[in-house]
Structure formats: structure tokens, C-alpha cells
């Protein structure tokens, strides 16, 4: 076994706490990655105090990880010793089904493997990236390029694939008008993307101190949804609408400012369902979509894209043991726009 030691949450009721434990020996297709920086999402939250499911304890959250190559197994062929690698939501599937072969491991039909929070194929809890080790098959580790501030790429393997995927599914690109629900970790990274493909960028947001920052990521308007007039200037604007808030929140008030045939893409993943009147999408031929993270083939297509761009997302480094800190602030919006957490602190 190989020794590790990280932050976990032993119950929903307890915080993270350092904790020792063992991931399994490499096998001959795996990778062993000594972890620099771990993202800290909004999943994190949800799951360690079992918002959306009862959870697999001690938990040990974390899904944006990057980090160093220290160890290949015999007949792994894509990776050597001291390569950049990346870690996002999974890590491992069947690789077998239609949705595997079709580069969308993440829907996984058989045996998908998310990268905390569950249970390997051989039924051993997996534990995630607030930890300074992943052992993971080849085939889930990532490729990251060496122009890319390394701490800064480490939410795009959730914040940045999870808005980057709807987008290009969606071929949102020049000739369209792209409003981004929320301005937090995955807002401001559909900002980055929408513009880069583009696309002319909104943001629709309730705090209007968010303005110019919204400007400086590259959003050409900008609309405070609580302010009736802005919001009636908006009426049937956008092809697309991508909402990135995960706190709970009424979408009918945006689907009116969606034109005809217009899609509204939610990722953020708010606890409690939407209520959707019939009419309210009949009307104007309106699509309400989703879309889940990203698969393999995509999520390294995007690291490649955002090498080429130069998009990283915007981050604040912490130390580990401000984690419930950087929760709360996370949960208050107070943060621009991504904690992610200095491993180097364990």
C-alpha cells in the first residue's frame, strides 16, 4: 500500500481534519502523482456535509487536482517520472460501454468511478485530492502544458470542463450572444471561454459591485438581475444562457430574456429542483439543458485550448488548514474566483 496523508472529513457533522491513510499499490497501467495544488469547489461543500446524498466516510474531498508524475507503472506509455498531470472528477469507468467509447466516461453506464466519494472496482472507498497523493490509471491522468501558472490550472479541471463542455456542445462561438448566470468559479470561466470563442458576453448577476470585474475578465455588458429596468432592456437577447449558480434560485425570471429557440444551460447545480411553467418554454421554442462535467478526450482538448489561449482561472492559494474558512467564504461569494489549496501547507 502507499501512504498518504490528507484532510477528511470523518462525518457530515465533523470538519476536515488531517488524517493518514492508504491508497492502493500502483498497478501495471498506473500512475502514482505527488499532488501541488488541489482546487476547492462547491461539491466539496455538498458533499462532505451530505447535502445532496448520504456520503462514503471519512471522505476525503478534492477534484481538481494537479500535480507531478513520481511514479509509472510498468506498462504505462503516455507518462514518465516528473511530468505535469492533471486529475478532474473521475477516475476510472468500464471503458467498455457506449458512453466510454464514446469519450463520456463520465455517464459511465456500468462502473463509473468518481474521484471521491465512492467505491473503486474492487468495492475500496476512493479519496480525493486534499491529500498529497492519487494513484490513478493512465488513462484518467491529464496532460498539462508548461506555459500554464500550475496552481491556476487546477479548477479548470472541474470549473473550467464543466462550463467549456455546454459551450462547445452548444457551438456557442462568433454571431452569439452568451449570458453567464453568476460570476463565481464556474461563471468566470464561461466568461473566458465564451469570449475567446466569440461570442458576446453578459453577465447577469444581483451584486453590481461585480461590474467591472466582470469587464476586466472580458464580459462586454454586464445586467443586475434585481434592477427591473436593466432586466426588461435584456428581454429575448441571448441565444444561450448558462447558469453556474449553485445556491438555490428561481431561472423563470431568465428564460424570458432567451430569444427564439434559445438554450439555457444549467451547471450549477443548485439542492432544491427548478419549477418550470409548460408555457414558459413552449413559448419562443425554448431549451433547457444540462450538462456534467466533461469526458477525457474533452477535458484534455480544453487543457490544450486553454494552453494555446493562455486561460487559466483566477485563484486565491491557501493553506490547507483555512479550508473551513475558505468555505465559508465560498459559500458567501467571497472569493475571486477559485481557492485552491497550496499542498505544500499538509
Known sequence: MIHSKGYAAQSAETNLAPWNFDRRDLGPHDVLIDIAYCGVCHTDVHLTRNEWFPGIFPMVPGHEIVGIISQVGSHVQTFKKGDRAAVGVMVDSCRTCEECRNGQEQFCSVSPVLTYNNLDH???PVYGGYAN????PEHFALHVAENLDFAAVAPL???GITTYSPLRKWKVGE???LAVVGLGGLGHMAVKFGVAFGAEV????????????????????FVVTKDEEQMKSA?????FIIDTVAANHDINPYLGLLKTNGVYINVGMPAEPWQLPSFALAT?????AGSGAGGLPETQEMLDFCAQHSIVSD????????IHTAFERMLKGDVLYRFVIDMATL
Open 235 to 239: 428581454l429575448r437577447s441571448f441565444h
Open 175 to 177: 454571431g452569439h450572444k
Open 284 to 288: 419562443g421554442n425554448k431549451v433547457v
Open 157 to 159: 479541471l472541474c470549473a
Open 202 to 221: 453578459t453577465v447577469l448577476s444581483t451584486s453590481p459591485n461585480k461590474a467591472e470585474a466582470a469587464k476586466k475578465l472580458g464580459a462586454h455588458q
Open 315 to 322: 485563484i486565491e492559494l491557501i493553506n490547507i488548514k483555512d
Open 133 to 136: 497523493n492519487i494513484v490513478v
Open 122 to 124: 474492487s468495492g475500496q
